[in-house]
């Protein structure tokens, strides 16, 4: 497939974490934005968070319930001091 190069000017912050997350994934920057602009424009993003809103809606009640009794029922960890 033929390649059409790009240019785009981005704050320093933004552009090491570019190729930091490239270099996590193995993939050249290049690539790495290829693969975010294929991905935003199948809306794998958009569907992966709406998944998590609707994992949430259903099941906040047990985080919540959890997170009370962690709270009434401290470890001895934060007792021993």
């Known amino acids: 497939m ?3 190069q ?3 000017r981005v704050d320093d912050e933004v552009a090491e974490l570019a190729r930091a997350r490239a270099k996590d994934r193995g993939l050249s920057v ?3 934005i ?3 602009v294929r991905e935003d ?3 794998l993003r958009a569907r992966a968070l709406d998944a998590a809103r ?3 809606d259903e099941h906040q009640s ?3 319930d959890a997170e009370a009794t962690d709270t009434k029922h401290p470890s001895q960890e934060q007792h021993a001091a």
């Open 2 to 4: 033929a390649k059409t």
């Open 34 to 36: 290829a693969q975010l």
């Open 41 to 43: 424009a199948d809306g």
């Open 30 to 32: 290049g690539d790495y």
């Open 6 to 8: 790009l240019g785009a």
């Open 54 to 56: 609707r994992f949430l």
């Open 62 to 64: 047990v985080f919540d």
